[in-house]
């Protein structure tokens, strides 16, 4: 089942705009990047393999979530073992992610 993510995702009443963003990786060493204050989510070029681009997005909303729900009180280690565990459990319900709705800001 293919899922389309908007290039906007409400997150505790927060509208959280997702793009890419070129040489990311390059100049930061992530795939993702969440930034609380403009609540944008980046995502590192569009060439990115699409199960890492779900599996970054998972992460990435998760921080979200836990900003916005749990103060920010996740270590990066466990939003990353929860970011693999999602999306293994989505992979293997034959959930795919359809990112054709997201560009480059
Ligand atoms: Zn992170």
């Known amino acids: 089942m293919k899922i389309r993510i908007p290039n ?3 997150v505790g009443g927060h509208w959280i705009e997702i793009f ?3 040489n990311l ?9 969440s930034r609380f204050p403009e609540n944008e989510i980046a995502l590192q070029d ?4 699409n199960s890492r681009k779900s599996q970054t997005l998972i992460h990435e909303l998760l921080h979200f979530v ?3 729900y749990n103060n920010c009180n996740l270590e990066e280690n466990t939003v ?3 970011a693999t565990g999602i999306h293994a459990l989505l992979v ?3 959930v795919e992610f359809d990112f054709s709705e997201i560009n480059y800001k």
């Open 66 to 68: 836990d900003f916005v």
């Open 20 to 22: 890419y963003e070129k």
């Open 25 to 33: 990786y390059d100049h930061h060493g992530k795939y993702g990047q």
């Open 46 to 49: 569009r060439d990115m393999v």
């Open 80 to 82: 990353n073992a929860l």
């Open 92 to 94: 293997d319900l034959g």
């Open 8 to 10: 906007k995702i409400k």
